[in-house]
């Protein structure tokens, strides 16, 4: 499941065993102020139940071909998977379940920072390491 704020851009991924409202709210409870932000989905039942938790629910019905209406629309979760899909498949090849929080958290910080030149991404990623790294040395043999 991935959690797109369309204002920052913010991605938040997690893996989650199905696609039920259990499964679903215990992701959206722990990312995201319900009360105060406005959800949009496409009319799966599994969020019918979820949006009554949220300040609105708005949704697109992509059975009718409606893909956006005004600013409701789920084309930045649509594209940002597309993306993860096409990347996985000919960068990857294959993503075992135990890694793939990490390749969709790589993923995650490459969609934020697209638009940033590669130097000022390097130098942002640099900025959130912790500590030092340390070498052991290597007896020679």
């Not at 005004?70 to 990857?92: C, I, M, P, Y």
Request: hydrophobic share 35%.
């Amino acid at each position: 499941m991935t959690l797109i704020n369309a204002d920052t851009r913010e991605v938040r991924s997690r893996v989650v065993p199905d696609v039920t409202g259990a499964s679903l709210s215990k992701v959206l409870s722990e990312n995201v102020d319900m009360a105060a932000s406005i959800l949009h989905t496409d009319e799966a039942g599994a969020y019918t139940a979820l949006g009554r938790q949220f300040q609105s629910h708005q949704t697109v019905n992509h059975s009718v071909r409606e893909y956006v209406r005004g600013s409701v629309s789920t084309n930045k979760a649509e594209n940002f998977f597309s993306q993860l899909k096409r990347s996985l498949d000919g960068t990857h090849h294959h993503v075992s379940r135990e890694h793939l929080l990490r390749y969709l958290q790589e993923f995650g910080y490459r969609w934020e920072t697209c638009k940033m030149p590669d130097a000022a991404r390097m130098g942002h990623l640099a900025g959130q390491m912790e500590g030092r790294l340390t070498y052991k040395r290597v007896k020679a043999s």
